[in-house]
């Protein structure tokens, strides 16, 4: 079977992102005052052949550990959906 | 007394340290591929070089830190063996666990390039056992990712071991947070491991290696470990 994993990418609470407060304020320059907080991240799209779900999802956990994020900064979620 | 020189897709200062070892120290250096799954056998340094291995995609240094040589250098560290890690060698030290922590983007968003001052915090390391302590020393910057990141627990660890070798300084010898280029925490520029064997810093001594260059603070950096390797400063 195939499925497609997508991997969201966030920094940790406490890990500074520059990126997220220089978009807070260009966002507030524009007017949107609404704005509080912004957080960048990244998206990862795995296609990948598994027997099952639950082995897709395992091997994609561990290219997570192997690779994809640092525990140190980041927090990794994997959402899966079968593709045929 | 031999030195390798680790080279990266993407390395752009393997040339300079290579240079700044065999022509400027006398410490014969030679060039090795990140394929290699060893070192070559009479290794005594690595230097895992500048620049941006991979692309710098992904995270800096995460893809570097899994080439086969790491294998070998990470065996060289744990006999003891000397580990430098500059600038980019520096993300990959800590992306490959040799060294703890994070570097992240410049807390300006910006990539600096400049002159800096930095204080040596110890000179009781293979590196910098030729600089007194208290030393302020200028080396030049290049870097987009260099804010020195670890959490608050695990940062007074690192203080309290006297793992922090260089920290940014000013001319008046005061050195932390405050005179940070980048954000980094404490001031952080450099730091060595636990055993001391590993070393990684964010500035580049090799850019500071001959007068023509604007400065020669980085030859203390070559004359300590060639010392330590004769013997001379242990």
């Not at chain 1, 220089?22 to 524009?30: E, M, Q």
């Not at chain 2, 990712?145 to 608050?152: D, K």
Request: aromatic share 6%.
């Amino acid at each position: 079977m195939k499925f497609r994993a997508r991997i969201l990418v966030s920094l940790k609470e406490g890990v500074l992102d520059t990126q997220g407060k220089a978009v807070l304020v260009s966002l507030k320059n524009l007017g949107f005052d609404v704005v509080e907080e912004v957080r960048i991240g990244k998206s990862i799209e795995i296609v990948l052949s598994a027997g099952s779900a639950e082995e897709a999802e395992k091997k994609v956990e561990s290219m997570c550990e192997a690779l994809l994020v640092n525990p140190l900064i980041e927090t990794g979620r994997v959402s899966l959906e079968a593709i045929g | 007394m031999n030195a390798s020189v680790v080279v990266f897709p993407g390395s752009n200062c393997d040339r300079d340290v290579l240079y700044a070892l065999g022509k400027i120290a006398g410490i014969p250096a030679v060039p090795v591929w990140h394929k290699d799954p060893v070192l070559p056998e009479d290794t005594d340094l690595v230097v895992l070089p500048g620049g941006f291995s991979y692309g710098d995609y992904l995270r800096c240094g995460a893809m570097a830190a899994r080439s086969p040589i790491i294998q070998g250098v990470r065996e060289h560290a744990r006999r003891g063996g000397l580990v430098l890690g500059i600038c980019n060698g520096f993300q990959v030290l800590t992306e490959a666990g040799l060294l703890p922590g994070a570097l992240l983007a410049n807390s300006n968003l910006e990539f600096i390039c400049s002159p800096c001052l930095l204080r040596v915090e110890r000179s009781d390391t293979p590196f910098t056992n030729a600089y007194p302590e208290g030393t302020l020393v200028q080396f030049p910057i290049a870097h987009h990712e260099g804010l020195y990141f670890l959490p608050e627990r695990e940062l007074q660890k690192l203080e309290d071991n006297r793992q922090v070798v260089f920290r940014y300084a000013a001319a008046d010898g005061s050195a932390g947070a405050q005179h940070s280029p980048n954000g980094s925490l404490n001031g952080i520029a450099g730091i060595v491991n636990s055993s001391g064997n590993v070393l990684g810093l964010m500035p580049h001594p090799e850019r500071a290696s001959e007068k023509l260059l604007g400065g020669t603070d980085g030859l203390g950096m070559w004359y300590s470990i060639k010392s330590w390797l004769e013997g001379g400063a242990r």
